[in-house]
């Protein structure tokens, strides 16, 4: 990879592997949603309930954290910065999930400007 975008790659896995440290997924129940039909996203309508451990509304509710969901692909992340963004190691599958993630990156600002509003 080219100097610039290496370094960008390696800071969007530093940003990654810092979002995940106080990240928790709550289990919800979609009711009803109309996503299946063509409404703006201003009219985006969904009714949802939490999961909870028992159907007594006091009772806990079911959630995971980030890295309980993710861990292999912490793993991964951690793995390819601990050995400077090389990624001669890898699995096939590995390595494609990493060309994916480094595309993302690569191509965040293009997808920001195109969702702002002209």
Do not use: W
Not at 90 to 98: C, G, I, K, S, V
């Amino acid at each position: 990879m080219e100097e610039a975008k290496r370094l960008i790659f390696q800071l969007g896995v530093k940003v990654v592997n810092n979002v995940h440290a106080n990240m928790i997924f709550f289990l919800l129940r979609i009711d009803h949603c109309n996503a299946a039909y063509s409404n703006g996203f201003s009219a985006a309508d969904v009714k949802y309930r939490v999961i909870r451990e028992s159907d007594d509304r006091h009772a806990r509710i079911l959630s995971y954290n980030f890295t309980d969901l993710f861990i292999d692909g912490m793993k991964l992340l951690s793995d390819v910065e601990n050995n400077d963004g090389s990624q001669e190691k890898l699995q096939l599958h590995e390595r494609n999930a990493m060309l994916r993630l480094y595309n993302f990156f690569e191509n965040l600002g293009e997808r920001e400007s195109e969702t702002r509003p002209k």
